[in-house]
């Protein structure tokens, strides 16, 4: 019975998890003609204070909260140079869970089928439970192809009150290692108010 009601769970589930695939994709391709070049992050940081959420970010990175498809916000990281076509990024993706009875443990599950599924050439590199400000959350590290980019996500996963929140940085594979370190410290200023857990 648990194994079916587990598929029917998954059935559900599948075309939100695919939907936050698309989304993480289209968005990392964004290009931006901005001539900015890469200035220190040292300049200063900026909030965004959301009823459910908060985040921190540098002064440099440019916010948009159009909620282009579905997305609460994007950040872009400035261009490294006039040649620079690809804008670094860290994007919020909420989804709503009623109904599904889709915990942390779950929800992980289910996403991780879906990236290899969805993305071509996936390669899960961390898959890895931590913990934030008492918080449970999950870390995933994979790379993929997206068009003519090759890239690699960091992504953090909390399910709290029937809601998946799903916090992804997005770099060309090869900038990864340039960008992680101020990626995860803006990922890591995130946090949730009201944050009864679905745990496990």
Known sequence: ???INHKTNYMKI????????LIMSLTACYQNKSNDSQTSVLDGWKSIVDNNY????????????????GTRFIL???????QDQFRENINLLIQDLSGHNL???KYVEISIDQINRMITDGN???????????????????????????????QYLW???????????????EQFSNYQKIGEEIMNSFKLKNTAQNTQ
């Not at 961390?126 to 068009?147: A, S, V």
């Not at 029937?162 to 997005?170: D, E, I, R, S």
Request: aromatic share 10%; proline share 2%.
């Open 103 to 105: 915990d942390l443990e």
């Open 1 to 3: 019975m648990k194994k």
């Open 76 to 82: 872009f990281s400035p261009l490294s140079s006039d």
């Open 14 to 21: 599948v075309k939100l998890s695919g939907i936050f695939i």
């Open 159 to 173: 399910v709290i009150k029937n809601k998946a929140y799903v916090l992804t940085l997005t770099c060309e594979d």
């Open 124 to 154: 899960i590199l961390k898959n890895k439970r931590k913990l934030n400000k008492e918080l449970n959350y999950h870390q995933l590290i994979y790379t993929g192809k997206q068009g003519e980019y090759k890239l690699k996500f960091e």
């Open 54 to 69: 908060s985040i921190n970010y540098p002064s440099n990175w440019e916010l948009d909260e159009s909620g282009q498809m």
